[in-house]
C-alpha cells in the first residue's frame, strides 16, 4: 500500500507539472516530470523542516541546481504548506507571481538560494554544507548538537558541465563534507540532443577521484525504495560528500519523452490528455491534487513542526549551560555585529607611513577578527598578495582533535585545520570560492570574504553577480586594481572591471585611497547586510592624506581639499587621489584654485540627496576625472578624464603611469584646456542629473 501512495502522489506531481507549464504556455516540463520521484523520496522521507517555519535555522537546505525544473519544486512547495497557493501555482512565470521562471530567494517562502545559472547551486550547496560543519564545530557541546542539519542538492547534466560546479566539487572532496547529499538527475539529454554528441565522460568517476562517495539508481522512473537505500547509504558516509547518480527519462510518460523538446517546450494538450489517462487521472481536471495526496504529505508536515519544537526546547537547555554561545548564534543569524565594533577601526593620520590599500586592509581584519568570529576569510591561492588572512587565524580543513569529542563520528583527517576555522584556501578556483561564499551567506551567521586580483573578478562574475541579486553580505577583496600592477601586464591589469561593478544593480564598489578610507571601506561593507561590497585595492603603497575621512566614504564622495574660489574640481579615486592633490598644488602655482574630492564609492555617492551633491561638485565648475581605469561610466559624474582608453602594458608602475599620460601633469592639462573651453563656452553644463 505504502507503494502504491508513494506512486499515486509522484503520478500527481507529474501530471501538475504538466499543467502548471502548459497553463502559462512557458516553462520546462520534461525535468520536473523526470525528477519527480527523487523528489518525493527526499521531501517525504528525509528532508528536516518546517514549511510554517522556514526560517528554522537548523532546517536542512535543499539546492534546485537544475533551476528551470522549478516547477517541480513549487508543486512540493504547495503539497508540504509552505505559502504556494493553487492560484500561485497557476500563476507560475507571470509577473508578480510566487512562483517565478527560476527558484528566487527572497520571491518564494523557503527557497535557500536562487538558482538559474547552470552549476551555481551546486556550489552554493558546498557553501551551505561548509556552514553546517563550521557551526557544528563551533557550537556543538557534548549532549547538545545544535548544528547537524544536511544539504541536499539535486541537478542535471548541464550542472556537471559546467566548470564552477567542478571547482566546488573539488573542493567539497578535499574539505570531506559527509552533509552534503547531491542527487543527480542523469537523463542522458540537454537541448542540443542526448549526451553522447557532447558529453561521454565518466561522471561518476570524475566524482570519485574528487573524494566522493557515489552510487547509482538505475532506474529513477519507477524504483522508489531504490532512491531511498541510495539516500540512506549516503547518510552513512560521514567523511565524503555523496553523488547520487538517478537515471530518469526526461518527460516521463509523455509522447515526447527521451526529446530535446521535452526540455523546455510545455507539452501540448493531447498530449497532456494521454498523460494523465496513462496515470489514470481524469483528462477534464486540470490543477487538481486528490485529497488523499494532501493526506499522504500531512504527517510530514507535522513531523517538521515537531522536528522544530524538538531543536527549540535542546536550544533552549543549550542557552542555559551556555548563555555566550547561545547569544552569539542568535547575533550571528540576526545579521547583526557585535557592540561597539566600529571603535575598533584602525584610524591613520598624514604622518603614519604610506602602505597599499591591501596592507590596510590586512591591518583591518586583523583589528575586527578577534571581535567579529562571523568572518569566513579566504583566497584562490593569493593570501600573501591579498592579505586576507588575520593573525592567528585557523584553516578550515577536516576535523582535527580538539573538538572530535563534540563531532565523535569525525576523526582527526588532514592535521592543516579543523571545521572551526574561518580560513579557506580555495586554491586557483575564483568562480568556486564566489559561488561557496554565496552559500555561506545563505546558511546564515557567516559574512564570507574571497579575495583574487580585481581582473580576476570577472573569472567569478556569474556568482558576484548573484551575490547581487540574493542581496547578500559578501565582501570582494579585489587588490593589484589598476596599471599599477605593474610588471605582470594587460592579462592582469583591469580596465574595464569597475564599469562593470559600478553599473551592477544593489552592488557596492569602494576604492579607498589611504588608510582611513580603507577602514571606512569595511565599516560600508558590514553594514551593508543586503548587498554585497567590491574593495578595489592597490598593490603600490599609498599616502595617508590629509584630510581624508573614515566617516566620507559612506558618503561616496566628499571634499579632500578645498581653496576659496576654486574654479576647477578634480575628483579621483584610490591610488589616483593623490595624483589629483598633487595636480591640485601645480595648478595653485599656476594661479588656479582647485577643490579636490574623494569619490571612493559612486554607488553610496548616488542615493546621497541632491543638496549633497551641490556641496560637493559645487554646479558652475568644470570637473575632471583621474582613474587609472577605463574612463568609460565617468561621464556622469565629471566633464574631463583623465584616465585608460586602452589596455595596459608590461612595464616598472612610475613608467606606465608615465606612458599613459594619468600624471599630475596630464590633470593640470586637462584642468586648464576645461576651464578655457567653457570660458569659450560662456557656461559649464551640470553633470550627473537624472530627469
Same mark, same amino acid.
Given at each position: 500500500m505504502v507503494q502504491s501512495q508513494d506512486r499515486y502522489a509522484i503520478d500527481t506531481m507529474r501530471v501538475l507539472a504538466a499543467d502548471v507549464t502548459s497553463a502559462t504556455n512557458s516553462g520546462h516540463p520534461g525535468g520536473s516530470i523526470g525528477c519527480a520521484p527523487m523528489a518525493h523520496v527526499l521531501f517525504h522521507r528525509f528532508m528536516n523542516f518546517n514549511p510554517k517555519n522556514s526560517d528554522f535555522l537548523n532546517k536542512d537546505r535543499f539546492v534546485l541546481s537544475n533551476g528551470h525544473v522549478c516547477a517541480l519544486q513549487y508543486i512540493i512547495w504547495h503539497l508540504l504548506g509552505f505559502d504556494v497557493s493553487m492560484d500561485d501555482l497557476k500563476s507560475f512565470r507571470q509577473l508578480g507571481s510566487k512562483c517565478p521562471g527560476h527558484p528566487e530567494r527572497g520571491d518564494t517562502d523557503?527557497?535557500?538560494?536562487?538558482?538559474?545559472? =547552470?552549476?551555481?547551486?551546486? @556550489?552554493?550547496?558546498?557553501?551551505?554544507?561548509? %556552514?553546517? &560543519?563550521?557551526? *557544528?564545530?563551533?557550537?556543538?557541546?557534548?549532549?547538545? &548538537?545544535?548544528?547537524?542539519?544536511?544539504?541536499? /542538492? %539535486? =541537478?542535471?547534466?548541464?550542472? %556537471?558541465?559546467?566548470? /564552477? *560546479?567542478? #571547482?566546488?566539487?573539488s573542493l567539497a572532496g578535499h574539505w570531506k563534507l559527509g552533509k552534503l547529499?547531491?542527487?543527480?538527475? $542523469?537523463? $542522458?539529454?540537454?537541448?542540443?540532443?542526448?549526451?553522447? /554528441?557532447?558529453?561521454?565522460?565518466?561522471? %561518476?568517476?570524475?566524482?570519485? !577521484?574528487?573524494?566522493?562517495?557515489? !552510487?547509482?539508481? &538505475?532506474?529513477?522512473?519507477?524504483?522508489?525504495?531504490?532512491? +531511498?537505500?541510495?539516500?540512506? #547509504?549516503?547518510? *552513512?558516509?560521514? +567523511?565524503?560528500p555523496s553523488l547520487i547518480r538517478v537515471r530518469t527519462t526526461i518527460g516521463y510518460g509523455a509522447l515526447v519523452q527521451n526529446m530535446p523538446k521535452a526540455h523546455g517546450s510545455p507539452l501540448k494538450s493531447d498530449d497532456i490528455r494521454q498523460l494523465k489517462e496513462k496515470f489514470g487521472f481524469d483528462p477534464a481536471k486540470r490543477f487538481h491534487v486528490p485529497q488523499e495526496v494532501y493526506d499522504f504529505y500531512a504527517p510530514r508536515i507535522q513531523h517538521g513542526a515537531n522536528y522544530e519544537a524538538e531543536w527549540n526546547s535542546l536550544f533552549d537547555r543549550y542557552a542555559v549551560k551556555y548563555p555566550k554561545e547561545a547569544a552569539e548564534i542568535r547575533r550571528r543569524f540576526a545579521k547583526e555585529l557585535p557592540q561597539d565594533w566600529e571603535d575598533a577601526l584602525p584610524r591613520f593620520t598624514p604622518s603614519d607611513p604610506p602602505m597599499a590599500t591591501r596592507k590596510f586592509s590586512e591591518m583591518v581584519l586583523n583589528a575586527l577578527a578577534p571581535i567579529i568570529p562571523d568572518f569566513m576569510s579566504g583566497s584562490a591561492d593569493l593570501t600573501p598578495s591579498t592579505m586576507t588572512k588575520w593573525k592567528g587565524a585557523t584553516d578550515f580543513q577536516h576535523a582535527s582533535e580538539h573538538f572530535t569529542s563534540y563531532c565523535p563520528w569525525k576523526p582527526p583527517s588532514t592535521g592543516f585545520g579543523d571545521y572551526a576555522g574561518q580560513y579557506f584556501l580555495y586554491g586557483v578556483r575564483e568562480h568556486g570560492m564566489f559561488a561557496i561564499m554565496n552559500g555561506m551567506a545563505c546558511y546564515g551567521s557567516a559574512i564570507p570574504i574571497g579575495a583574487t586580483f580585481l581582473n580576476f573578478l570577472t573569472y567569478g562574475w556569474g556568482a558576484a553577480r548573484l551575490s547581487a541579486l540574493m542581496h547578500l553580505r559578501c565582501i570582494y577583496v579585489m587588490t593589484h586594481?589598476?596599471?599599477?600592477?605593474?610588471? +605582470?601586464?594587460?592579462?592582469?591589469?583591469?580596465?574595464?572591471? =569597475?564599469?562593470?561593478?559600478?553599473?551592477?544593480?544593489?552592488?557596492?564598489?569602494?576604492?579607498?585611497? $589611504?588608510?582611513? #578610507?580603507?577602514?571606512?571601506?569595511?565599516?560600508? @561593507?558590514?553594514?551593508?547586510?543586503? *548587498?554585497?561590497?567590491?574593495?578595489s585595492l592597490s598593490r603600490q603603497p599609498l599616502p595617508n592624506l590629509e584630510g581624508s575621512r573614515l566617516e566620507g566614504v559612506a558618503q561616496g564622495a566628499y571634499v579632500l581639499r578645498d581653496q576659496p574660489n576654486a574654479k576647477v574640481i578634480l575628483v579621483g579615486t584610490g591610488s589616483e587621489v593623490a595624483i589629483a592633490i598633487e595636480a591640485a598644488d601645480v595648478l595653485a602655482q599656476k594661479g588656479i584654485p582647485a577643490r579636490v574630492i574623494s569619490m571612493p564609492c559612486t554607488e553610496l555617492y548616488d542615493a546621497q540627496p541632491a543638496a549633497y551633491k551641490e556641496t560637493i561638485f559645487k554646479p558652475g565648475l568644470p570637473i575632471i576625472s583621474v582613474e587609472a581605469l577605463g574612463i568609460h561610466g565617468w561621464e556622469r559624474y565629471a566633464h574631463a578624464h583623465v584616465g585608460m582608453e586602452g589596455f595596459g602594458t608590461s612595464g616598472p608602475i612610475k613608467d606606465l603611469y608615465k606612458h599613459f599620460n594619468v600624471t599630475a601633469e596630464a590633470v593640470v592639462g586637462k584642468a586648464e584646456a576645461a576651464i578655457a573651453f567653457f570660458a569659450r563656452l560662456g557656461y559649464v553644463p551640470p553633470i550627473g542629473y537624472k530627469i
Open positions: 523557503g527557497i535557500d538560494v536562487t538558482t538559474g545559472p =547552470l552549476g551555481q547551486g551546486i @556550489a552554493n550547496g558546498v557553501g551551505l554544507a561548509v %556552514m553546517q &560543519e563550521h557551526m *557544528a564545530a563551533k557550537y556543538n557541546r557534548p549532549g547538545y &548538537e545544535i548544528f547537524n542539519n544536511y544539504t541536499y /542538492v %539535486m =541537478l542535471g547534466d548541464g550542472c %556537471m558541465q559546467e566548470g /564552477v *560546479a567542478s #571547482e566546488a566539487a547529499i547531491c542527487l543527480y538527475d $542523469d537523463n $542522458d539529454l540537454s537541448i542540443d540532443g542526448h549526451n553522447e /554528441v557532447q558529453f561521454s565522460e565518466d561522471t %561518476m568517476k570524475r566524482f570519485e !577521484s574528487y573524494g566522493w562517495h557515489v !552510487s547509482t539508481v &538505475e532506474d529513477g522512473n519507477l524504483d522508489i525504495e531504490g532512491i +531511498d537505500k541510495a539516500i540512506r #547509504e549516503a547518510q *552513512a558516509v560521514k +567523511d565524503k586594481d589598476s596599471i599599477g600592477i605593474g610588471e +605582470d601586464g594587460p592579462t592582469h591589469q583591469p580596465i574595464e572591471t =569597475l564599469l562593470l561593478t559600478r553599473s551592477t544593480p544593489n552592488m557596492l564598489t569602494i576604492r579607498p585611497a $589611504d588608510g582611513n #578610507e580603507t577602514s571606512g571601506a569595511y565599516l560600508c @561593507a558590514l553594514r551593508s547586510t543586503t *548587498a554585497p561590497t567590491i574593495l
